[in-house]
Nanobody, 124 residues
Framework: QVQLVESGGGLVQAGGSLRLSCAASGSTFSSYAMGWFRQPPGKEREFVAA????????YSADSVKGRFTISRDNAKNTVYLQMNSLKPEDTAVYYC?????????????????WGQGTQVTVSS
């Protein structure tokens, strides 16, 4: 079992940057593929980015390609989401998730563990 805690959210102007962190504890972090998802106000949760256990492979939603970068540091048990060129439509609660022995899926249903979420608000 793994516990996940996100941090780094906040209020930023359009065009700005934020870096989200997700700290994991309780299990072998390198056994998990990690994903970031978001839930905009009034909408369903959607895939943002994912990374394999080694960090070799990453996947991103088309809406964030070229702006967001997922990375991980297995020595620190942490996964990151660097968000640049933020837009008002990026406003959402951002969640990190862990998939034991996963391959970096875009589907939320395969992730067994979830953090509590961190709010990102982008003003125009």
């Amino acid at each position: 079992q793994v516990q996940l805690v996100e941090s780094g959210g906040g209020l930023v102007q359009a065009g700005g940057s934020l870096r989200l962190s997700c700290a994991a504890s309780g299990s072998t972090f390198s056994s998990y593929a990690m994903g970031w998802f978001r839930q905009p106000p009034g909408k369903e949760r959607e895939f943002v980015a994912a990374i394999t256990w080694s960090g070799t492979n990453t996947y991103s939603a088309d809406s964030v390609k070229g702006r967001f970068t997922i990375s991980r540091d297995n020595a620190k048990n942490t996964v990151y989401l660097q968000m640049n060129s933020l837009k008002p439509e990026d406003t959402a609660v951002y969640y990190c998730a862990a998939d034991y022995r996963g391959s970096g899926s875009i589907f939320a249903r395969v992730y067994e563990y979830w953090g509590q979420g961190t709010q990102v608000t982008v003003s125009s």
